[in-house]
């Protein structure tokens, strides 16, 4: 148990339907990671939030967003959802502790499978 | 744009022998990480690889790190069936100093047949 915590496990909705993915992060870490892995596209990173404020961006689309809480979690949301957005939606988090115990590796919670009928 | 390439992408072994996976990644960086996972769950730290010539072992496996070649190894030494896995390599992004993310290759799914 990597100590990072997603909800739903599994969640089945219609295209055109939004739907929200939530992610606590290991008690302490800062840093909040969202990815997405599909069988074409593999694991793709899509945002990054750091103390609440957007860190990087990736592969993220329009119809995506996401937003970290003054508590550290996080929510992703998808709008206006395709079949192509079926995935395994992944949040990962880590602390930043400086030099030189910094390793910047990331703890990945259990994910979110989307499943878009 | 950061790039990174694991060959083989499909491995079948038969326990006992000895085979590596490559991991090539095409701008600077000094963090390399590889990860494991079984089909439909999440992803497992195995080595975290912070330095040039930086090598970890853990049971079967050792990893390795050449920062100059732009190339991590996953070494597995008399593979076992609870090896059947899929193993990333994972390249560290820096913003302006400071932690990142990690970009994935597209991973080597591993079977072990008896």
């Known amino acids: 148990d990597s100590g990072v915590t997603q909800t739903p496990k599994h969640l089945i909705t219609a295209t055109g339907q939004r739907v929200t993915l939530r992610c606590s992060p290991r008690?302490?870490?800062?840093?909040v990671y969202w990815y997405q892995q599909s069988l074409d596209q593999g694991l793709q990173f899509l945002i990054q939030?750091?103390?609440?404020?957007?860190?990087a961006k990736g592969n993220i689309l329009e119809r995506f967003s996401a937003q970290q809480f003054p508590d550290l979690h996080s929510e992703l949301n998808l709008s206006s959802l395709e079949l192509g957005d079926s995935a395994l939606y992944f949040c990962?988090?880590?602390?930043?502790?400086?030099?030189?115990?910094?390793?910047?590796?990331?703890?990945f919670g259990e994910g979110s499978r989307l499943t878009v009928l | 744009e950061l790039k990174v390439e694991q060959n083989p992408l499909f491995l079948s072994m038969q326990e006992g022998k000895n085979y590596t996976i490559y991991c090539n990644y095409s701008?600077?960086?000094?963090?390399l990480y590889w990860y494991r996972q079984d089909p439909g769950k999440s992803l497992e730290s195995l080595f975290v690889?912070?330095?040039?010539?930086a090598v970890k072992q853990e049971g079967r496996l050792m990893a390795s790190l050449d920062t100059k070649a732009r190339l991590s190894t996953l070494h597995i030494t008399a593979a076992v069936h609870d090896l059947s896995a899929t193993y990333f390599c994972?390249?560290?992004?820096?913003?302006?100093?400071?932690?990142?993310?990690?970009?994935f290759g597209k991973g080597t799914k591993l079977s072990v047949k008896p």
């Open positions: 990962a988090s880590s602390v930043y502790l400086g030099p030189p115990l910094y390793t910047g590796e990331l703890f």
């Open positions: 008690s302490g870490d800062l840093s």
């Open positions: 939030y750091y103390n609440g404020e957007e860190r």
């Open positions: 701008t600077t960086s000094d963090r």
């Open positions: 690889l912070l330095s040039n010539g």
């Open positions: 994972a390249v560290g992004v820096r913003y302006g100093g400071s932690q990142g993310n990690l970009i």
